[in-house]
Structures are given as C-alpha cells and as structure tokens.
C-alpha cells in the first residue's frame, strides 16, 4: 500500500493548474478494476465541459467550492461536502480555487 499526504499532492496539484493554460490538473489516487480516484486540481472560473459519467461516481470537495450543473440542478459543492454525480450529462465550474477527489465506480 502507497503512503500520500493528500495535502502535499493538493498543494502541487494547484500550483500546477495555476501554471497550466486551461486552469487545471489531476492526478490518479486509484486506479484498480472496480474503482478510480482522481485529485483535480482547478483554479476559480475554470469549468470541466459538459461529460456524462460511466458509472456510479462521487465528488468531494477537499478544498475551494465547485458548482456541479445537470440539466434540471445546479448544486453548490463546499469544502467538506460529498455528493452524488448525476447519471445525466452534466459540468462542474470552480468557484473558487479548488481541490475535489472524483471516484468513479468501473463496470
């Protein structure tokens, strides 16, 4: 089992976006048969285009506040939450600064 102090990788995942031209940048946590885990990294304004997820999938919210928009909802992800990502075709927008981990439930 890999030690890492989500802390550190955060820090050097945002500075990395803020040198990066499209305002982001990840890095895998997992990534196994069943699950995947990324740390995006985005800086306020930013917006990850509209996608639709393979499975089941969560967003937490480790740092800043994102926006994550479906076509019917539009819900305000702070420091600290855990939400669903909708089945349905949706974008997320940085708010402010923000370090969120996708996890991602593979077939």
């Known amino acids: 089992?890999?030690?890492?102090?989500l802390e550190s990788i955060g820090t050097h995942q945002l500075d990395?976006?803020?040198?990066?031209?499209?305002?982001?940048?990840?890095?895998?946590?997992h990534s196994g048969a069943r699950?995947?885990?990324t740390l995006i990294?985005?800086?306020?304004?930013?917006?990850?285009?509209?996608?639709?997820?393979?499975?089941?999938a969560t967003l937490l919210c480790l740092r800043g506040s994102v926006t994550l928009n479906s076509n019917d909802r539009s819900v305000t992800v702070a420091e600290g939450m855990l939400v669903d990502i909708p089945p349905q075709r949706h974008d997320l927008?940085?708010?402010?600064?923000?370090?969120v981990i996708?996890?991602?439930?593979?077939?």
């Open 16 to 29: 990395a976006a803020r040198n990066s031209p499209n305002g982001r940048a990840s890095r895998t946590l």
């Open 102 to 107: 996708l996890t991602v439930g593979l077939g």
């Open 41 to 56: 990294a985005l800086t306020a304004g930013t917006r990850m285009h509209e996608h639709q997820s393979e499975g089941d």
């Open 1 to 5: 089992m890999a030690e890492m102090t």
């Open 93 to 99: 927008v940085a708010d402010q600064d923000s370090l």
């Open 35 to 37: 699950l995947r885990q």
